[in-house]
């Protein structure tokens, strides 16, 4: 390969380039990216595509050019389905189940490849503690394990152990490192952590993804200790290719090597390129500084042509393995895109997925599930369509019911309206609405109030939702509460107006049939939030796993704690709430002993009663406190958890195995260390309600 073949095979571009002319409809574009069109030619993957027609159309253009016949490799953004849309991750870690994650990935990646799609960009592991930072939606909360936990299990469902046979893409993880803790919850904004948080809280995300074997990284648009991640040999080479042994590729993010620039840590293209090849990125996205300046650079002596040979190899690695050269239309099948996208299993598995992920917060006199009451159907996503949230780029509303048609064939609705304020209701409608004997509200943010480059500064529902059910409280009948958003709300002020609310965040394809299921009783939820929902945005970051401080909070009496005058401490709903129509008794909380040395094992049991007629999952949360050590320790750390099925009025003694490596910590040497001393174990329904006990952890 001639240098600029190799420098090609590091630039990934639009398909644009090679779907329209590039001599008259693409003069800006390809001015823009500053190369010629043989250049284009060079290029080694691409960033998204339509259809298996498209991408057919310009494997085979760009084949008959390719001097060595390497073929393009395709990438796509598939985070939550393909065509038939699941749950937005953030909902899906609500389902606490790995399998679900699996699944969900297994059939994007099923669909995603009758297009010829051969990497996806996901899972996002970025954990976040911000829910003004509009990605929150995309990722998994606010904990370390779950965030572990789910990042392998997606990448595993996408890769599904051998990336070169059919319906099976690469995982490219992202965003590497810590974009999930930008400040104030800006998107793109500065982060800024000691080491030891980021290897402690961020870092095991991602580390998750390589354990799991996931082929490709991506670097972050943030910068880690003034660093670009993009050019930060600490996180590319440090941590991920010397620490972790990552083998697989490190792409960029769309355009963040030239962004070095407008961080000022690189005087120009040249300068960023070479930074980026002697970091250790390997591909650039969306621009061509690689392609500008690279063989300059080795030219000149200022970058070693054996990095650009070690990237290169990577990259046809990838392209080997996912088994391209043998067949550079892998996966690529206009029949199955036809039989496959979208089939009634699909749905059916979204549908599953859905049911998992939908968060009941509140049942006042248990007026969920609905029976036979006449129902008045009021709001925007009352008629819509369109659940699907960000990040659902293939799949289509049509593909979609609405809550109502659902509804309409299960329940006697004698009104509905869409309406977005209390000035679409008029006077005849309150005749019918007073016919009805409870009221359904389906609110909450438009599908672009979150995702990237959507985070908001108050995270309240619509003024115009707000005095909606300011209107219909004033009814005094009982008010049900469905929510669809991309992040928590601040539901503080609506909380004690309505007597129910749903958190459905944005299910997918299948949200109706799912949210009417869960309204009338046909399933019973089981999901539990993975981040805490803030009483107001002054709370925030607010997390369960956060320290003590020298002056904690105990009660009013003593001022010089750490409080607010205005509100309290404590989220309005906690990190692992949630409700079921089942209702879960906790008892006879012990430990098989109350010494543990490092090698042995601490059996924790528990006693858990459905008290109820209803059968249901209880996800049974395991949480340590390790009440001292070498720095101060969080005062809750999920550390294990159980979801379990319990019939009406069945008993269960639910056990949890205590090992040191439950109890070990990031030291400030960024080791792995643990301290002998007292620790408490706590069981619960909620990271809040749990039983406490003790135990002491002594030298060996
Ligand atoms: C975007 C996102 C990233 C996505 C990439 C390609 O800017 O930050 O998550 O994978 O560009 O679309």
Redesign the pocket.
Known sequence: MTLDEKIGQLTQIGPHFFLHDLNHELTGPVTELGISEEKIYLTGSI??IGNAREMKKIQEKYLAKSRHKIPLLFMA?VVHGYETIFPVPLALSTSWDEDILFDSARVAAIEAQTAGINVT?AP?SDLSRDPRWGRVVEGFGEDPLLNEKFTQAMVRGFQNGDISQEGNLASCV??FAAYGAAEAGRDYNTVDMSKRILHQHYLPGYKAGVDAGAKLM?TA?NVFDGVPATTNSYLLKDVLRNSWQFKGVVIS??ASLKETIKHGTSENGYDAAVQGIQAGLDIE?ATALYMQNLRKAVEAGDVDVQLIDEAVLRVLMLKKELGLFENPYKGMDLEKEKTLVLSDNHKMRAKKAADASIVLLKNENSILPLKNQKIALIGPYATSQAMMGPWSWHGKPENSRSIQSVLEEKAKVVYTNSAKNSQEIHAADYDKIKTADVIVLALGEAANHSG?AHSRSVIDLPKNQKSLIETFQKLGKPIVLILFNGRPLKLTDVEPQVDAIIEAFFPGTMAAESIVDILMGRVNPSAKLTMSFPRNEGQIPIYYNHLNTGRPFADAKDAYTSHYLDVENEPLYPFGYGLSYAQFNYQNLKLSKNHLKPNEIIVVSVDIKNDSDVAGFEIVQFYIRDHVAKVSRPVKELKQYQKIWFNPKEEKKVTFDVTINDLTYISNALETVYDTGRFSVFVGTNSISCLEAQFQLEKE
């Open positions: 960033l998204g953004d960009f996002m992202k965003h991506m648009f993010d769309y996205m990237e």
